[in-house]
């Protein structure tokens, strides 16, 4: 399908962080651009709001008559959703983000950032570095904003497109148990991958994680010839199935084998400093976000950067990169309390946002505000949820957010989460507040000036910070 023979477009859950980032491109296009959603306010309401669109908050129909293609995700229904249904059943061109998004990036050299934890940052920091090289790439990436850029799509001259390739299934109210399932990344034809971590993640699609490696391995073996596959060398899992594929692999990491090896590093409030080595010449760079996670994901951008373009290894900027929204991001001061928000929702991204916070806050109190995401990666992550807090010295909860996917499961809940984290670690002072509402009020009553609180979760703990702030 030529997605611009088409004029108008109408994107439902078009407030999504992915369908926001495609609207940037189809109005870079030339296209008209609307769509619906929920009421609520989402990450994506900066953006939205400077994009002045046209957004209905409900999903009647029929759907305006001057509307040629309509695009869908998984979300709020995925092909059962009344709006796509009536386009199908009035024969209306219909097709999923994962398709409209290939459709621009495969007419590019493209750059597909993929892994469990990561990929969101790399792709930003990657497109933060080619814009600051003037090479101004076409870009999708899945978050509420780029602070600096101020957009997270971008469709332009460029034969360069950096996309996050998100591993989760196309639709998920079409999974059919006898048949392969259909990632999302899977209609990417990139020229080069870059992947961070492998982890195994979305227990509701993926049954384990061999299923999980079948599939990033198939993806690998995707790349363009002459194309490259950037991964963590420290990931030995990763390593062996990225030795697989028949794509020039280039390695980062701490291991002295990797191809950049991270040499150096040293984090403390509001700075982190590393240095890295990469054939046989020594670097060094300095950013605002913490976490040695975040040092190699600098590693990552700048190692698949450097192969577009060698002045990446000086004159990336990273320097001033602020990271994304709900990625480490600073919310700032509320009531005299330092306050971050991020998406962290696996064991692994949990425990490296922890320990990052203590580096840079080593004396403080400091408060870990935490909502699972989905009652499936809850049950079946369990004990790595409880041991990824183990670094913490107190830990608060909101209720599970569930997925519109899955149905409520009883035998899990955030407070069997607490509990077992307190008999394990009891130490770990450790409490379910259940709502937004009632996490705010205990902020006001019980947090003191001076210290640190951090909200973890790819739910919508973040809209506490609202209620705090009116």
Known sequence: MNLLQYNSFYLVGIKGVAMTSLAQLLLDAGKQVG????????????QLDLLNLSVDTNFNTPLPTNIDCVIYTGAHGGQTNPQVAWAKDNNLPTITHAQALAFFFNQKQGIAVC??????????????????????PSFSVG??????????????????????????????????????????FTYLKPWMIVCPNLKFDHPDVYKNFNRTKEVFGKFFSSIDNGGALIVNGDDPELLL?????????????ESPEADFQLTGYHSHAGHTHLSFNYQERDY????????????????????????????????HNLDQFRSTSRRFENIGLINGVQCFDDYAHHPHEIKAAI??????????????AFQSHTFSRTKQLFDEFVDSFAVADEVVMTDIFSSAREQADPTISSTILCNSI????????????????KLAEYFRKELKSD???LTLGAGNIYEMFSLLKN
């Open 35 to 46: 769509g619906s959603d929920v009421p609520e306010d989402f990450p994506t309401k900066f």
């Open 355 to 368: 320990t990052a916070l203590n580096e840079w806050y080593p004396s403080q109190r400091k408060v870990i």
């Open 451 to 453: 210290d640190v609180f």
């Open 143 to 184: 978050v509420g904003n780029i602070p600096g850029l101020n957009r997270t799509g971008a469709w332009t001259g460029s034969k360069y497109f950096v996309a996050e390739a998100d591993e989760y299934v196309e639709d998920p109210t079409v999974i059919n148990p006898t048949k392969d399932i259909i990632p999302r």
């Open 422 to 437: 307190a008999k394990k670690y009891p130490h770990i002072k450790t409490q379910n507040f259940a709502t937004n509402e």
């Open 284 to 315: 060094e760079l300095t950013l605002q976000i913490p976490g040695r996670f975040n040092a190699l994901n600098a590693l990552a951008a700048i190692a698949a950067s450097a192969q577009l373009n060698p002045l990446a290894l000086t004159n």
């Open 241 to 253: 199935l990225a030795r697989k594929a028949s794509a020039q692999m280039i390695t980062y990491g």
């Open 115 to 136: 892994g469990v934890g990561g990929k969101s940052t790399v792709s930003a920091m990657i497109t933060w570095i080619l814009v600051s090289l003037n090479m101004s």
